[in-house]
């Protein structure tokens, strides 16, 4: 099975989580598994555990990395620590992750992520649940300007939620060009030159339907108790909202005292458990961006854990 995907910041991401090759690591969006199999190759008498909620991806990895010492998980990052207790592993060396959506997904029109090509409206990165379908035609005009402008920091959300209400009242919205085109007549004709006003819009409702920032929370805490004092992580990410989850979350790991400045003295006691390797992002170079464009968000931040 092809599953097409470039990977993104491969040396540095890797770089940043890998310490020793008897250690244990996890990618948590093993995807095209690219970084997987960095960090496979640079195993010797270590294991590798790889996530994923997307069966096409485990099932592409899996012939991609046979012969490594890989252990493939097709479930939700955010049961990191419920995993690792089933496999009997108590902590983990390095975590790496790369939030994006992979191109496999972006570029199959009948996973329904793209606003590019008309497919049916889906976007479950399982295959399971809640799809983009239910979250269009079922969720109330509250809840659509919601999502849209919290998930898709969309100014025009209200205008665009309101189109969504009136369209399905005449017809059920079935397809990503249906709900495409919707958008487009939403918002005033300077916004539609300006960019595609779809981008936002279709974040917001993918989100919505795979739980994403939820889960991100849950696996970053969780990932970060796993570490053993020395392990590192490595985080990827593509959009304003996941980029300030991780950096406010590394930010308070790396927290010491949180007594009010007038206490003459610390009385809480309290030490940071983590170390900002990267103070600031590492973003693609000039080579990368030019060999692939849709790195040009990407952020890099790495955190070291320095105490229990």
């Known amino acids: 099975m092809e599953f097409k995907h470039t990977t993104v910041l491969l040396k540095e991401t890797v770089d940043g989580a890998f310490s020793d090759p008897k250690g244990v690591y996890a990618d948590l969006t093993t995807g095209g598994g690219g970084h997987s199999l960095e960090l496979a190759k640079r195993l010797s008498g270590g294991r590798l555990?790889?996530?994923?909620?997307?069966?096409?991806a485990i099932e592409a990895a899996g012939e991609r990395l046979s012969g490594y010492p890989v252990t493939f998980v097709q479930r939700n990052f955010k049961e990191l620590s419920g995993v690792l207790d089933e496999l009997g592993v108590e902590e983990l060396d390095g975590i790496v992750a790369d939030l994006g959506v992979s191109s496999h997904q972006l570029d199959e029109a009948d996973r329904g992520f793209s606003f590019h090509n008309d497919a049916p409206l889906d976007m479950r990165m399982s295959g399971e649940g809640l799809s983009a379908r239910d979250v269009v035609n079922d969720y109330t005009f509250e809840e659509l300007r919601r999502i849209l402008y919290e998930f898709g920091e969309e100014k025009f959300a209200p205008k665009i939620a309101q189109g969504i209400v009136d369209a399905r009242a005449v017809f059920p919205i079935e397809r990503t060009g249906e709900l495409a085109e919707i958008i487009k007549n939403s918002v005033p004709a300077a916004y539609r030159r300006e960019k595609n006003p779809c981008r936002k819009s279709f974040q917001a409702i993918r989100i919505e339907v795979n739980g994403e920032l939820d889960a991100l929370d849950k696996a970053l805490t969780d990932g970060f108790d796993r570490l053993k004092i020395g392990g590192k992580m490595?985080?990827?990410?593509?959009?304003?909202?996941?980029?300030?989850?991780?950096?406010?979350?590394?930010?308070?790991?790396?927290t010491g005292c949180t007594c009010p400045p007038e206490f003459p003295v610390c009385v809480c006691g309290r030490q940071p458990r983590g170390r900002l390797v990267t103070r600031k992002p590492i973003t693609p170079d000039a080579e990368e961006l030019a060999e692939n464009p849709r790195s040009r968000s990407a952020k890099l931040r790495v955190i070291e854990k320095i105490r229990a």
């Open 49 to 56: 555990i790889c996530f994923d909620r997307d069966g096409e």
């Open 234 to 254: 490595s985080v990827i990410t593509f959009h304003s909202l996941e980029d300030r989850i991780v950096k406010n979350r590394f930010k308070e790991f790396c």
